[in-house]
């Protein structure tokens, strides 16, 4: 201190202005929840207490010594990515609606950097605070972490010392986690998650969420996952991919955004977006053409209106097409990519066997080629027989059950009277999402109340289930699965009582013991059910005929129309493509892919169908069709099907409801045997 002139004892000026910015520094801590009160601002990290507001400003200080994919970071070449970066700004340390943004993309255009740069920005400004990233499955986010994430950061000096160590811990707490599935960063963690299973999607309560390659997501999946940031002070929503289907996934949220599109520089007056006119903003040289123009390379791009030649497409601006909602959304194209230029997209275009792929991977534009779709809802409206009515009864009935964790979908099917053309329509009867801790006793109620002849029932994931329903109508209940690789004979499964001949089909001895299976080749089996829509052999009743209650994504209940928000919904929902199985023999197989969601009554609806195959038409009338006869088989012999009671030394058959007292060592059916009861003989209902 010194003497003033009044004769006080004061501090000198920069002392006191050195105080009054820790002081800042300080309440701006503890504000941000990166301090506690008893005073750790000096221990945390100058990159943390002097983390800016935005992701640009951020990856600006960290840049000289940043390498990506074992190259320096530039923004030369990379322009375009100036403002989606900008773009991530905060605005104060709590806010309600948070920050939502969308990339949909090409592939190789920098989104996955952006994500990795967004977290450690993230982890430094918000100290001591969750973070998830989301990948499509486990491989690739063990991957993407040990592969991609690790080397990145640990090559920028201020952060790697925080790699798995909290300065502002306590002595014996300062290591933190450092594995492939949980990542520290200071006091703060990243987990690298996927989209599969509970736990990884609904455990940890985190600040921010990313999710990359949204196009193999689920939106169920993915609005589940979203809840981990429902109670976020700040909470920060990331989706990038590469572009998928239109109207799913990606392109379903980038619609929501304000659609930020790049405009190349050209005479128009907002400039051309390529990827929008691709391949008519591509020019070639020609011998006709120009003097001015003759120093171009072969091919170039050019906008198709103003014939303006475009020689660095990374000049323009970026304009959003809905300027009015709140989420922020990029479309980042490879004709933006310093690693492109317009003669390798367009031999991409001429030589591309999957076209698909070509719009989404190359111009970042979600594409439906017209021939991937079986059914759209005009062939379903087509279908609709107001004459039939939904039933709450029948005889004689097909059903098919898709099954999972705590709910199943159901599809009940029955023949219709012969056409002029001598043969028979399949007619919906009933369809019904069961939501229950065993959703198994409303499925035995259907099997009664429409007299169900033939069930083809989904045997995964629940295996033991689906079997104890199957052995409680015996003969009646076929476990299907789509291992069946079809040979090109025409066959879209295998029936289990009718093996095919070749050595590589026989059956294991599970499956010799219960012959009642089903064996189904994927994509000829819904390609062949779809297409029975298409040349109008199925029918059913008017579409909102039938309310029903059901659970949304994120399991709240709302009541609907079933058949035309959900039937029809989940069959337009699979896109046939190629798949390549061997690129240089030209080897490729036809596959189905989901758009979006999950389309559960697609399938049910295939098991339904194959139920009905096997029920003779001139059968109708009769209790079980052409399954009478097993019916009346295992109704006069038959394996017995254990329960143990509540004296856990009495087992009783579910089905002749004979009861056998067991000793330690011995077997329920062996006790039966002893007493000549060794065959099960139900009395037939």
Known sequence: MQLSRAGKFEYPQEVVALAMQHLSARQEARK???????????????????????????VEKIKPTLRVDNE???????????????????????????????WMCGAQVGKTIGGFLLLVWLAMRFWG????????????????????????????????????????ADEGEKHRTDQKRVRSLGASQIFFSYMQGKTSTESIPML???????????????????ERISHSPYPIDFKFSTAGYPDANIDKYFKRSNQHRFHSKCKCTDGVVLADVFPNCIGEKSAGMTPSLRHMPDVFYVCPVCKEVIDNPREGIWIPHNPGAKVLGYHIPQTLSCRQNAEKLLNAYQEASDLQEFFNSKLGIAYLAPESQIVNEDILRATVNTDLKWLTKGANLAMGIDQMGGFNVVTLRYWGEKTDTGLCKSRLAHIEVIYDDDPWTRCDELMEQYDVSVCVVDALPNINEARRFAKRFRGRVWLADYSYDSKGDGDICVWGDRPKDNPSEKKSSEEIKNKYTVKISRYHGIEWNLMKYVHRMKEQPHERGLEATVQDTVGRQVTIHL?????????????????????????????????????????????????????????????????????????SKGEHDWRQLSNPAHWKCVYCNITVSVENGEFAQGVAAKHGLELCQPTLK
């Open 32 to 58: 941000r929840n990166i301090m506690s009160n008893d005073g750790r601002w000096s221990a945390l990290p100058a990159i943390a207490r002097n983390a800016p507001d935005d992701l640009f400003s951020f």
């Open 72 to 102: 320096p970071f530039t923004w030369e070449g990379h322009e375009y990515l100036l403002e989606p970066y900008k773009a991530f700004k905060l605005t104060g340390d709590k806010s309600e609606e948070g920050l939502q943004v969308v």
């Open 208 to 226: 921010a969420i990313l999710f990359d390659e949204v196009r193999r997501m689920t939106e169920g999946d993915i609005d589940r996952a979203m």
């Open 563 to 635: 058949c035309e928000k959900m039937f029809w919904i989940h069959l337009q929902k699979v896109a046939r493509r190629k798949q390549v199985v061997d690129e240089s023999q030209g080897k490729f197989r036809m596959v189905f892919e989901n758009i979006g969601l999950d389309p559960h009554f697609l399938h049910a609806d295939l098991y339904c169908e194959l139920a009905l195959s096997r029920i003779k038409l001139e059968g109708r009338d009769k209790a079980f069709g052409d399954f009478a006869g097993v019916a009346k088989k295992y109704a």
């Open 129 to 168: 605070k969750y973070f998830g990233y989301f990948l499509p499955d486990q491989a690739m986010a063990m991957i993407f972490s040990d592969v991609r994430f690790k080397p990145t950061v640990r090559s920028i000096p201020e952060i790697k010392p925080l790699w798995g160590e909290d300065p502002t």
